[in-house]
């Protein structure tokens, strides 16, 4: 029976039970869940067991988009369950594998359904599909569920809960854990509909539906009425159970974490495993169109703030985009794309020729600009289209309370990319409409005026600004560890023209760099994939550490004294001043 | 300032702390050594406490012991609005007095077998999880009842009682003690409201609640 009760669904908790940022605590067939409803009212049904150390997360906070374990506040998004943010690791974007176990849910009739392994959709219950619904009371029971519906099979009711006035009804077995009962009086019909969870081998739940909804005082005499003769119901039931052979507890298997997760990544190079559909586009800003991406099938793996993805259009070219929705809201990416006036296809291709309903198709996420949670305060600087990943930043800082100041430089108001988000961000969004250059130099040197320990900034924007942001920081004597940049493009003019050796110190191997090729290339070349995104030494994405020789930095990604400890280099397009370098793979 | 005979882990303590934390009343903690010392047993103790148990309160001289006693004082005493123990409503002060005394059957059952599991007291843990059991059946049956006429709180009226205070931390903590809350879903959502009184403290094994949800504003989307 068990097994055939895992291809069902079953209502596991009524809609009522799942008020907005409380933690649900159920159980079907002796796996325990954890349900929560967040607040865009998506249902979410996991596994009651917390990833890091199994910890019940029924315990835990619902905060309305995410769901906080108690234990070492580990978060995971609404709908992915994804791990958002491990406090440990407050500078660390946790790997996207890190994901709980979920479960089908749908809420209909006054229920929640859920299921093991739940064969198509949820079927059409006739009686209470045609009526307004009262949800009864659900009474747990401690007996096995064929003793509960037995006992079920001879339940009687009075429509109008006077108790001098039951009624006879006739009964009709829907499955093997359902059944509804219909009274008749004086040509009236009224249907009660019980359904029972098997909860472990000796604990049921009777969930009943009435195929009415009274209201006033005769709604609650009604559900009192049915409490109480289910409750009598149940201590009869309770009473048998002691009589009968004890049953062993039913034994959910629990999914074991993947060995991968505990493995470095396999670099793969630029790939793009998803497929999403484009839900919405819509012109956001002068210039600036606004894409939503849901996914087609699976959800798409939960992303931190500051992650980009790549989009692999189909004129051949890869471009990156950051994600500017906050972790765990909704199911779905959305990117701000601004046509570029000299764009190679890219831009213009998103703006021009992509459609609502075209299927594109992208990379998992990647951070290589995360956020750091251990701040007293951030100071995030977006010129023009960099906004993006500053407003996935923004709302993430103003749901934690972190204190932050998000400045935005633009022309005009007309360039104000996702307004309707801003407005949401209000006192902590500062404009710095129309500045020439030199007086964005000027507002940017009485931002960053003051350095505290512990205070950070995040920038992005043209080349330009961010020079001008790194070096005004850095006479205010902000240390470059609490500097961050995402450049559009890598502006330095590339210099290819030096030939070198290379040895992989863990691949014991070594390989020519001629001149006019890069490392990247020469690794690929002999069969050694690297991931790789931009390309043009922006992005982080190639980094690899250095073991032996001096590097020649010709990115924009490291910061001065990363460049100058010369312990990583840009595959993409870095070289070597030495005419040996040794790398860590 | 009220003294404090206080002990970190006794849940009888822990509602002083709230209740004075709610009352927002300052307390100097005098902390007795109740395990593994058992200060609370000794011959000095109890000339504070003839009886030999923890809380005991000392405000300014008149000293007062018994949980549910020193709760009953400190709203009577610190609560200018007299909503916490509302003595002008017969029926309400009749009500909160039932629960109090309700409180005493969950604290001799899911609290002792709490103090049987992390202290190795010697009391009956079965009779102890059955007694907790059937208080809790109740209990949630009653407060589902609430929630259908839009009441959050044990007692009828608007505003929580010190039977809420009194009965609150038996409930949160009785997984310590092996009694599972599972099967009272009315139970687990009102420890969330009482979480989400202003002036809530917590205590070692009970978690604060998160944040309310607050509607949007006109215009605000959802981000």
Same mark, same amino acid.
């Given at each position: 029976?068990?097994?055939?009760?895992?291809?069902?669904?079953?209502?596991?908790?009524?809609?009522?039970?799942?008020?907005?940022?409380?933690?649900?605590?159920?159980?079907?067939?002796?796996?325990?869940?954890?349900?929560?409803?967040?607040?865009?009212? /998506?249902?979410?049904?996991?596994?009651?067991?917390?990833?890091?150390?199994?910890?019940?997360?029924?315990?835990?906070?619902?905060?309305?988009?995410?769901?906080?374990?108690?234990?070492?506040?580990?978060?995971?998004?609404?709908?992915?369950? @994804?791990?958002?943010?491990?406090? %440990?690791?407050?500078?660390?974007?946790?790997?996207?594998?890190?994901?709980?176990?979920? /479960?089908?849910?749908?809420?209909?009739?006054?229920?929640?359904?859920?299921?093991?392994?739940?064969?198509?959709?949820?079927?059409?219950?006739?009686?209470?599909?045609?009526?307004?619904?009262?949800?009864?009371?659900?009474?747990?029971?401690?007996?096995?569920?064929?003793?509960?519906?037995?006992?079920?099979?001879?339940?009687?009711?009075?429509?109008?809960?006077?108790?001098?006035? /039951?009624?006879?009804?006739?009964?009709?077995?829907?499955?093997?854990?359902?059944?509804?009962?219909?009274?008749?009086?004086?040509?009236?019909?009224?249907?009660?509909?019980?359904?029972?969870?098997?909860?472990?081998?000796?604990?049921?739940?009777?969930?009943?539906?009435?195929?009415?909804?009274?209201?006033?005082?005769?709604?609650?005499?009604?559900?009192?009425?049915?409490?109480?003769?289910?409750?009598?119901?149940?201590?009869?039931?309770?009473?048998?159970?002691?009589?009968?052979?004890?049953?062993?507890?039913?034994?959910?298997?629990?999914?074991?974490?993947?060995?991968?997760?505990?493995?470095?990544?396999?670099?793969? @190079?630029?790939?793009?495993?998803?497929?999403?559909?484009?839900?919405?586009?819509?012109?956001?800003?002068?210039?600036?169109?606004?894409?939503?991406?849901?996914?087609?099938?699976?959800?798409?793996?939960?992303?931190?703030?500051?992650?980009?993805?790549?989009?692999?259009?189909?004129?051949?070219?890869?471009?990156?985009?950051?994600?500017?929705?906050?972790?765990?809201?909704?199911?779905?990416?959305?990117?701000?794309?601004?046509?570029?006036?000299?764009?190679?296809?890219?831009?213009?291709?998103?703006?021009?020729?992509?459609?609502?309903?075209?299927?594109?198709?992208?990379?998992?996420?990647?951070?290589?600009?995360?956020?750091?949670?251990?701040?007293?305060?951030?100071?995030?600087?977006?010129?023009?289209?960099?906004?993006?990943?500053?407003?996935?930043?923004?709302?993430?800082?103003?749901?934690?309370?972190?204190?932050?100041?998000?400045?935005?430089?633009?022309? %005009?108001?007309?360039?104000?990319?996702?307004?309707?988000?801003?407005?949401?961000?209000?006192?902590?969004?500062?404009?710095?409409?129309?500045?020439?250059?030199?007086?964005?130099?000027?507002?940017?040197?009485?931002?960053?005026?003051?350095?505290?320990?512990?205070?950070?900034?995040?920038?992005?924007?043209?080349?330009?600004?961010?020079?001008?942001?790194?070096?005004?920081?850095?006479?205010?004597?902000?240390?470059?560890?609490?500097?961050?940049?995402?450049?559009?493009?890598?502006?330095?003019?590339?210099?290819?023209?030096?030939?070198?050796?290379?040895?992989?110190?863990?691949?014991?191997?070594?390989?020519?760099?001629?001149?006019?090729?890069?490392?990247?290339?020469?690794?690929?070349?002999?069969?050694?994939?690297?991931?790789?995104?931009?390309?043009?030494?922006?992005?982080?994405?190639?980094?690899?550490?250095?073991?032996?020789?001096?590097?020649?930095?010709?990115?924009?990604?490291?910061?001065?004294?990363?460049?100058?400890?010369?312990?990583?280099?840009?595959?993409?397009?870095?070289?070597?001043?030495?005419?040996?370098?040794?790398?860590?793979? | 300032?009220?003294?404090?005979?206080?002990?970190?882990?006794?849940?009888?303590?822990?509602?002083?702390?709230?209740?004075?934390?709610?009352?927002?009343?300052?307390?100097?903690?005098?902390?007795?050594?109740?395990?593994?010392?058992?200060?609370?047993?000794?011959?000095?103790?109890?000339?504070?406490?003839?009886?030999?148990?923890?809380?005991?309160?000392?405000?300014?001289?008149?000293?007062?012991?018994?949980?549910?006693?020193?709760?009953?004082?400190?709203?009577?005493?610190?609560?200018?609005?007299?909503?916490?123990?509302?003595?002008?409503?017969?029926?309400?002060?009749?009500?909160?007095?039932?629960?109090?005394?309700?409180?005493?059957?969950?604290?001799?059952?899911?609290?002792?077998?709490?103090?049987?599991?992390?202290?190795?007291?010697?009391?009956?843990?079965?009779?102890?999880?059955?007694?907790?059991?059937?208080?809790?059946?109740?209990?949630?049956?009653?407060?589902?009842?609430?929630?259908?006429?839009?009441?959050?709180?044990?007692?009828?009226?608007?505003?929580?009682?010190?039977?809420?205070?009194?009965?609150?931390?038996?409930?949160?903590?009785?997984?310590?003690?092996?009694?599972?809350?599972?099967?009272?879903?009315?139970?687990?959502?009102?420890?969330?409201?009482?979480?989400?009184?202003?002036?809530?403290?917590?205590?070692?094994?009970?978690?604060?609640?998160?944040?309310?949800?607050?509607?949007?504003?006109?215009?605000?989307?959802?981000?």
């Amino acid at each position: 029976m068990t097994e055939s009760f895992k291809n069902l669904w079953h209502p596991i908790a009524s809609s009522e039970d799942l008020q907005y940022r409380h933690i649900f605590q159920g159980q079907l067939l002796g796996r325990e869940l954890a349900l929560w409803r967040a607040d865009d009212d /998506f249902v979410n049904v996991w596994e009651n067991r917390c990833l890091h150390r199994g910890l019940r997360l029924s315990i835990g906070q619902n905060d309305g988009l995410e769901l906080r374990c108690q234990y070492h506040g580990w978060r995971y998004a609404n709908r992915s369950a @994804g791990c958002t943010y491990i406090p %440990a690791h407050p500078v660390d974007a946790p790997a996207r594998t890190i994901c709980n176990r979920t /479960f089908p849910s749908v809420e209909r009739y006054g229920l929640i359904w859920s299921g093991e392994d739940p064969v198509g959709e949820l079927p059409e219950i006739e009686a209470l599909e045609n009526s307004e619904t009262l949800v009864l009371r659900s009474i747990s029971v401690n007996a096995p569920i064929e003793l509960v519906l037995g006992h079920l099979a001879n339940y009687r009711f009075s429509i109008t809960g006077d108790p001098d006035n /039951f009624t006879t009804t006739s009964r009709n077995f829907l499955d093997e854990r359902s059944i509804s009962l219909t009274a008749t009086p004086d040509g009236g019909e009224l249907t009660v509909v019980f359904f029972v969870q098997p909860v472990d081998s000796n604990r049921s739940v009777i969930r009943g539906a009435l195929c009415n909804n009274p209201l006033g005082a005769e709604r609650l005499r009604t559900l009192r009425h049915h409490n109480e003769e289910l409750s009598r119901l149940r201590d009869m039931v309770e009473l048998e159970a002691l009589d009968g052979p004890p049953l062993e507890p039913m034994v959910a298997t629990i999914e074991q974490v993947p060995v991968s997760l505990s493995e470095v990544e396999t670099p793969s @190079g630029r790939k793009a495993p998803l497929r999403v559909k484009v839900l919405r586009k819509w012109v956001t800003a002068e210039d600036i169109v606004g894409l939503e991406l849901e996914s087609i099938g699976e959800p798409l793996p939960t992303h931190q703030p500051g992650a980009h993805i790549d989009v692999h259009l189909p004129n051949g070219l890869v471009r990156q985009y950051s994600l500017t929705n906050a972790p765990g809201d909704g199911l779905l990416y959305r990117l701000g794309v601004k046509l570029e006036s000299d764009s190679r296809g890219g831009s213009e291709f998103l703006h021009e020729t992509a459609k609502e309903g075209d299927v594109l198709a992208i990379s998992e996420p990647r951070n290589n600009f995360p956020l750091r949670r251990d701040t007293v305060k951030t100071i995030l600087i977006a010129g023009g289209i960099g906004i993006t990943p500053l407003l996935s930043m923004a709302q993430t800082l103003r749901k934690d309370k972190l204190d932050y100041e998000l400045h935005y430089f633009a022309q %005009a108001e007309g360039h104000l990319a996702f307004p309707e988000i801003l407005r949401k961000l209000d006192d902590s969004v500062v404009l710095h409409l129309g500045l020439s250059p030199d007086e964005t130099k000027g507002e940017l040197a009485v931002l960053l005026a003051e350095y505290e320990t512990a205070m950070h900034i995040y920038a992005c924007g043209p080349g330009p600004m961010l020079e001008a942001t790194r070096h005004i920081a850095s006479d205010f004597g902000w240390p470059d560890e609490a500097v961050h940049f995402e450049y559009f493009q890598n502006t330095i003019e590339l210099d290819s023209s030096s030939s070198f050796e290379v040895s992989l110190a863990r691949s014991a191997l070594t390989l020519e760099v001629p001149s006019g090729k890069t490392i990247l290339e020469v690794l690929r070349d002999n069969g050694i994939a690297l991931m790789s995104s931009c390309e043009q030494g922006a992005c982080g994405t190639c980094e690899v550490a250095v073991i032996e020789g001096e590097p020649e930095h010709q990115d924009v990604y490291l910061n001065d004294s990363e460049k100058l400890a010369g312990q990583r280099i840009m595959t993409c397009v870095s070289r070597a001043k030495s005419s040996h370098l040794v790398l860590d793979i | 300032m009220i003294k404090l005979y206080d002990y970190v882990l006794s849940v009888n303590c822990y509602k002083q702390r709230l209740m004075m934390s709610i009352l927002d009343v300052p307390f100097e903690s005098i902390l007795v050594d109740f395990y593994p010392g058992w200060e609370h047993k000794g011959e000095e103790f109890k000339k504070i406490n003839p009886l030999g148990h923890i809380p005991v309160i000392d405000d300014d001289g008149f000293v007062l012991r018994d949980a549910h006693a020193i709760l009953i004082y400190l709203a009577s005493k610190y609560d200018p609005t007299g909503l916490w123990y509302p003595t002008n409503n017969p029926e309400l002060i009749g009500e909160t007095s039932q629960w109090m005394l309700f409180a005493e059957g969950t604290t001799n059952t899911a609290s002792a077998a709490r103090l049987h599991v992390n202290l190795g007291y010697e009391f009956d843990i079965e009779a102890c999880r059955t007694g907790a059991h059937r208080l809790f059946r109740v209990l949630d049956e009653h407060l589902w009842f609430r929630e259908q006429e839009n009441l959050d709180w044990v007692c009828s009226g608007e505003h929580p009682t010190v039977a809420d205070i009194a009965i609150f931390p038996d409930v949160i903590l009785s997984e310590e003690g092996g009694i599972a809350r599972m099967d009272y879903p009315a139970l687990r959502r009102w420890t969330d409201r009482v979480k989400r009184i202003p002036g809530f403290e917590t205590m070692p094994g009970i978690f604060p609640a998160s944040e309310p949800r607050s509607l949007p504003r006109e215009g605000e989307v959802h981000v």
